[in-house]
């Protein structure tokens, strides 16, 4: 086994025992700061190429489907994946993400929508709106945790 794969594997299992909501970690925030830097860059990149993956998967069966009424032009298509797939580079959305949880406030904010809100503030794009929504809802998750542990 290669030292890099090993490395994905030790970040893989410390992502599902989080997601399976461990208690070792209080909050996303929390998690994020206990993984090293190489972890991070394979979080960030897993997150990217799976995001990635899923609106082009998406896309090709919303195209291909009978209720999609006129093909999209090679232009259209380009700007519907490049709107809503990361695009920047990992080590910039790295430090963005943990510029976002530098924040107390955003703490609760899983990591997979911290990537995506990284990258469209780093491409210009206003993320207010996605931070309020994903503050809310990762504060929601978070109570439904702690009241399936009382």
Partial sequence: MTARFAQILRTVKRV???RS???IFESDAAFWDSLNRSSRQTLVLGI???TSHGVLRALSLLISSAA???ELSASEMEALCTDITPQSD???IL???SGIYHDPINAHIPADEA???ADKWLRGQDVEVALAEARRNGLALHE???ASKR
């Fill in 115 to 117: 990537v995506v809100i």
């Fill in 48 to 50: 990217m190429s799976g």
């Fill in 90 to 92: 990992p080590d910039a």
């Fill in 16 to 18: 599902v025992r989080y």
């Fill in 21 to 23: 909501l461990d208690p």
């Fill in 95 to 97: 430090t963005a993400v």
């Fill in 68 to 70: 999609f009424s006129r």
């Fill in 144 to 146: 439904q945790f702690l």
